[in-house]
């Protein structure tokens, strides 16, 4: 399975949050799961640890980001902007 680190170089798999460091942050890692392991395949490497929850993997697709809200007007001013011009 894939998770996408989130911006601090965490990945939750099976209700464990592991931390990876921000050197891995945004970017996308695999992950072998099995009854007593996870193995973390990084780019700088392949790294095991011992699972402490046995709850099943839910989600088995990778994160997709977020898109950001689009605010302001056609012309890039916003109101508050546009009032004092």
Avoid: F
């Avoid at 894939?2 to 931390?19: D, F, L, T, Y």
């Amino acid at each position: 399975m894939q998770r996408r680190a989130s911006n601090s170089g965490v990945v939750m798999v099976a209700g464990q949050k592991i931390a990876l460091g921000r050197v891995h942050a945004h970017k996308t890692v695999t992950i072998d799961v099995t009854d007593t392991d996870l193995a973390i395949h990084c780019d700088d490497g392949t790294r095991t640890i011992r699972r402490i929850t046995d709850q099943p993997v839910r989600n088995i697709k990778v994160s997709r980001p977020r898109k950001a809200a689009v605010t302001g007007t056609t012309d890039g001013l916003t109101s508050a902007r546009r009032s004092t011009a």
